[in-house]
């Protein structure tokens, strides 16, 4: 009985099983809302739907799952290069944020579904639209967490490589750049999510395939269960990328995050 009871602790403490356990609360609660208000169907489809859903239409459904991939990993490499590129000209030069920084606080108030349909009628139906919807979510987010991570760097530590002798690239290579890779990876999480989203919305203003199609087809037709699943696929595929990015950061930055995973343990 002890073993098993330990078992079950170290189990509950894993990084899966709690919000997987979260998860599954949340479906009883919504299935027990469901029979208790007596919601119609139409309104919003039992669980029991959604995973008969999945398991029946599932390979239809990953198979439009692929292109939105692909369109959020373009995105999002789009706007991890451009972002960090435009990230060092701000935090390198006062007259470059002045000019800059403004305008692309400034761009984060146009509604990014009112710019969508101009890469329809600029690139055609494709998958230009959707990268570059995915690019425009996932954009500001990298340039703000990286501007603030090579900002946060101790003057004592460029001083330093000053008295050293170090030259301007080797200062930004050894010091500036390892110093704000927290950051940087802190916005990048930020946009691989939005990243999704963005795709999403580039395949609802101009795309005859991917998920956000199904989404729309799904609604205009009433399929919630579909909607749902197609909902689902988008939330594992976001959480996947998100997993893929935090494995990579761990082997980037190991200092940073064996830190971390020490004070979630010892919680």
């Not at 073993?3 to 356990?21: C, M």
Request: proline share 6%; glycine share 6%.
């Amino acid at each position: 009985m002890a073993t098993t009871g330990n078992f079950l602790q170290r189990a509950t403490r894993s990084a899966w099983v709690r919000p997987v356990l979260f998860l599954v609360l949340l479906i009883v609660l919504w299935d027990i809302a469901i029979r208790i208000f007596r919601i119609p169907p139409y309104q919003i489809p039992k669980p029991a739907d959604v995973l008969l859903t999945l398991w029946t239409d599932g390979p239809q459904l990953l198979a439009q799952a692929v292109p939105t991939t692909i369109a959020t990993v373009q995105g999002f490499l789009l706007s991890a290069i451009f972002g960090i590129g435009i990230a060092v000209l701000i935090a390198g030069s006062r007259t470059i944020e002045s000019y800059v920084y403004p305008l692309l606080v400034f761009s984060q108030s146009i509604p990014k579904i009112a710019i969508a349909p101009l890469f329809v009628v600029w690139f055609g139906f494709g998958m230009m639209p959707k990268v570059l919807s995915a690019f425009l979510l996932g954009f500001f987010p990298v340039v703000v967490s990286a501007v603030q991570g090579f900002k946060s760097v101790e003057p004592e530590m460029l001083d330093l490589a000053r008295a050293m002798e170090a030259k301007r690239f080797q200062i930004f290579r050894m010091v500036s750049f390892p110093h704000a890779m927290p950051a940087i990876f802190a916005g990048l999480k930020v946009s691989i999510t939005l990243a999704v989203v963005g795709a999403v919305v580039g395949e609802f203003v101009g795309s005859n395939n991917g998920l956000g199609f199904v989404l729309q087809r799904s609604i205009g037709n009433f399929e919630l269960p579909t909607m749902f699943a197609a909902l689902v696929i988008l939330s594992l595929i976001g959480v996947i990328l998100f997993w893929i990015l935090d494995v990579i950061e761990r082997f980037v930055i190991p200092w940073h995050a064996s830190q971390r995973q020490d004070v979630i343990v010892a919680a």
